[in-house]
């Protein structure tokens, strides 16, 4: 497979462009869904690094797998009670324009 072939400093410049993209989105973007897709971006950069450092150094344990599938679980977590944020910010505000957003109100 030509994925074996590729050496791990492309990995890390892919993860860094990722993150880079992912971070760029989160300071310029006032949408708040798209702030969450940007914390995803984010996100997957680090657990691209983590597999790609854990097939480049300890294929043979499972440690990177591991910690890659709990970042994953975490972000659905994220995903979840972000979408659940939005949806009632959006209902009580009629808007997802973060800037706008200026208090949150009991």
């Known amino acids: 497979m030509m994925l074996?072939?590729?050496?791990?400093?492309?990995?890390?410049?892919?993860?860094?462009?990722?993150?880079?993209?992912?971070?760029?989105?989160?300071i310029s973007r006032r949408n708040a869904i798209a702030v969450l897709m940007s914390i995803e971006i984010v996100?997957?950069?680090?657990?691209?690094n983590f597999v790609a450092f854990w097939r480049y150094l300890h294929p043979e344990s499972l440690e990177g797998v591991v910690f890659v599938l709990v970042t994953i679980t975490v972000a659905a977590a994220e995903v979840a009670v972000g979408m659940a944020v939005v949806l009632s910010i959006y209902r009580l505000l009629h808007t997802v324009n973060v800037d706008e957003v200026a208090q949150m109100r009991g």
């Open 43 to 48: 996100m997957n950069a680090a657990n691209l």
């Open 4 to 26: 074996e072939n590729l050496p791990l400093p492309f990995f890390v410049l892919l993860s860094t462009v990722l993150f880079a993209i992912g971070l760029y989105g989160l």
